[in-house]
């Protein structure tokens, strides 16, 4: 079943997100509403909102209450994207051009740092204080896991606990606070939510993980950008930290710079398939699956909860 | 006399927001952390603690109460100077290498990320939700300011107004924002809060406008960069503006592009100077700083209101 099918059931409230998007990021200036319509409109997932939206269903759910958190936690992975594309110098995403690369870094900057001013005046709107805690919290592990990985470009001698720090920061911890804030939206009581935040963290860490291994078995026409390019990027991922554990493999994967030609990238990701680090991620990628499921067990039987069983059972097997 | 000597009584309370200003922006990232400190010791006024302190003592001061507000407001400054020396490619700031030119614009992207997320991690400390609206509503100013500002690079067809509008969005609110909240946390009443942000307003319009006259009249030892710095960025500001209402100095500042060489700035500054554009701006300067006295008239008498009438008169007469 493919992933949309499964919650189409939230389909008339993800519309009615979809439109506070649109007018949270309309701007005076047209080159802020541009460039922030351009990034809307490139698509996603919308996985955060939906993760919201589900959370909120084990509680009181109002979708006017719970709306803000979901298109405030959207706007705030959409800055962080903005931004990523500067540090990555990527070109494309999901097969469309970057604002970067439409238009300039500088121009990205600020289209980040506006998206981001304006999900912060929507969490305004939300009372509990808990929240903004919570959320500023993540902001600060967020510009700390993409500083780390500034840092650790190109660095070969990282090891695996760096890897998984980081990906924690980038990614894990805005799902697991998007299941978190929806839960505490809708008054959930603390030990639900808990339990959803860490639902939440290790799907994240799984959906990483996964999103890492594409990046070697996707095509370009899947991945909406060259095969390998992270690693070309110099972000070192799983599979290429199993990868190096053979010798003869490191030596190769070490001499990778981002000046590296595509040809020799294919060559590369064809020593990685064949060293096996491939299936020893996805059975990481597995392992975190299981402990999200695991949090699921004791919550009360409900339409939400499978349906985020359905979610992180795609996202382990996805291959798009 | 000095302005450090003008709210010397202020000190303690000052070197404990110092001190507050460092411990905020440590980090477990050795490279945040550095660049943080780098822009942090390259010093400041920290003018807009100073007024968050003084518009507190019109109400009920508790240090321990209004710093948060203080510290949050100089962090919220210094991101936006970072992401500002990103767009003007600027590689000294007073003097010494700016973040961008010691490392890169994605050091400085992401320093100047993780210095605002701290500022919104000390925010929520502070409880009165009022105080989160407007500064939220304040960062969407300032990035809609920084945008506009890229977009009016090198655009000789603006006029006054919109370089009134952005100085507003760029300078003014923010200076505004720290007089009303430092009176806000201490519970100063509606009506004098209201006054103190039109001070400060005020006040910061009459700053930026002599800030954009002494690119033209100070000397590079003074600025700590070279004269004529922002009109050689495209920065069009009042000066430029006055001048080019002479049609035969207009033709001539037309040209100028970011390679123009520093001995043709020099020419173009002489011009400015001579066209009686300096003095024309320094009305308009001094327009705004009655202005700003004029909304201390009704206010309490006391130390604090004496304090900001002689520092918006520094202000208005500066030549550093």
Redesign the interface.
């Known amino acids: 079943m493919k992933l949309k099918m499964m919650y189409s059931f939230l389909n008339s409230d993800l519309k009615n997100i979809e439109q506070t998007l649109e007018e949270t990021v309309n701007?005076?200036?047209s080159?802020?509403h541009e460039a922030s319509l351009h990034l809307l409109k490139a698509g996603g997932k919308r996985i955060r909102p939906v993760f919201v939206l589900l959370a909120g269903k084990f509680g009181t759910y109002d979708i006017n209450k719970i709306k803000d958190v979901a298109v405030a936690l959207e706007l705030i992975h959409m800055a962080s994207l903005v931004?990523d594309d500067?540090?990555d110098d990527a070109e494309l995403r999901r097969g469309k051009p970057t604002i970067k690369a439409k238009w300039d870094?500088?121009?990205a900057?600020?289209?980040g740092?506006?998206i981001f001013?304006?999900s912060?005046?929507l969490?305004?709107n939300i009372?509990k204080?808990c929240t903004?805690?919570i959320?500023?919290?993540t902001?600060?592990e967020?510009?700390?896991g993409?500083?780390?990985q500034?840092?650790d470009k190109y660095n070969f001698e990282q090891n695996i606990r760096d890897y998984f720090r980081r990906i924690k920061r980038k990614t894990a911890i805005l799902i697991a606070v998007s299941c978190q804030l929806g839960a505490i939206a809708a008054d959930v009581d603390d030990k639900v939510h808990q339990k959803l935040y860490r639902f939440g963290y290790y799907v994240g860490m799984s959906y990483q993980i996964i999103d890492d291994v594409l990046d070697f078995t996707g095509t370009e026409k899947e991945l909406g950008k060259p095969a390998g390019d992270d690693l070309r990027q110099g972000n070192i991922t799983l599979p290429v930290l199993f990868a190096m554990e053979d010798a003869d493999i490191r030596k190769e994967i070490v001499k990778v710079r981002e000046t590296t030609q595509q040809a020799e990238i294919e060559r590369i990701i064809t020593l990685i398939k064949s060293s096996g680090a491939i299936e020893r991620s996805l059975k990481v990628s597995d392992q975190y699956l299981n402990k999200a499921l695991d949090n699921l067990k004791d919550l009360p039987q409900n339409r939400a909860k499978k349906t985020l069983m359905d979610i992180a059972k795609v996202i382990g097997k996805r291959n798009f």
């Open positions: 701007a005076e200036s080159l802020l931004h500067v540090i870094n500088k121009v900057m600020y289209t740092d506006y001013a304006r912060l005046e969490i305004t009372e204080p903004h805690q959320l500023s919290n902001l600060v967020l510009c700390i993409e500083i780390e500034i840092k």
